[in-house]
């Protein structure tokens, strides 16, 4: 159900892909950019809107899910073919073995989940996957520590989106009689929890007017 920390959510994370498309398109470089979180990312809409060609449930939810399909598809292609924007890519830093994310959440969406079906299984799945798909573009900025406004505002609204959404969770737990998400739950603050450190360092750059960077 839509409700305004839902709302706020749904923008800020649409909003972060917007910057990230900015960012690359203006720029003509996807330096400091994961093409491995952006490739995970992949993974989970693929995964979770597998309902686009069963269920309809409003023209807000089909055009949202359509943007992010083909907005991470478009930075793919980007990165990995655009004669330009290519060269630019960090590939040597960008090593995040990202198998070891992959595998256990697998592993885990076969054993923990509501109702064992395919498109249950694969649902739980991208909802795992999502809560750890930053890592790798962490991990990235970590490494090369030369963070551009763009690339910091991008993974900064990232993260609120999913702190957006637990409000959301808290507002919905409170006012639906029987809501409850368990799994949801738990893997959006694993997901928030990720982001911590970036934040702080975030809010302390622009706080102090500074570069941002995170310790190695």
Request: proline residues 1%; contains cysteine.
């Amino acid at each position: 159900m839509m409700n305004v920390f839902r709302l706020a959510g749904d923008m800020t994370h649409l909003l972060s892909i917007i910057v990230l498309l900015l960012k690359i398109n203006a720029t003509r470089s996807c330096r400091g950019i994961s093409l491995k979180t952006q490739e995970l990312y992949a993974v989970v809409f693929v995964c979770r809107y597998l309902d686009l060609f069963t269920n309809f449930i409003s023209l807000y939810n089909t055009v949202m899910k359509i943007i992010f399909l083909v907005s991470t598809f478009t930075i793919i292609y980007w990165m990995r073919f655009h004669k330009v924007i290519r060269v630019t890519y960090d590939r040597e830093q960008d090593t995040f073995r990202y198998q070891f994310l992959v595998l256990p959440c697998l592993v885990l969406a076969l054993l923990l989940n509501n109702e064992f079906t395919a498109m249950e299984v694969l649902w739980t799945f991208s909802i795992y996957l999502e809560a750890v798909a930053i890592l790798p573009q962490l991990v990235l900025l970590q490494r090369t520590n030369n963070i551009d406004n763009l690339t910091g505002n991008y993974v900064f609204l990232l993260g609120s989106y999913r702190a957006l959404y637990i409000l959301n969770w808290v507002y919905r737990f409170m006012t639906e009689k029987h809501y409850r998400q368990y799994l949801v739950w738990i893997s959006g603050i694993v997901q928030t929890i990720i982001y911590i450190d970036f934040f702080y360092y975030y809010i302390k750059s622009w706080r102090n007017n500074e570069k941002l960077s995170l310790p190695a």
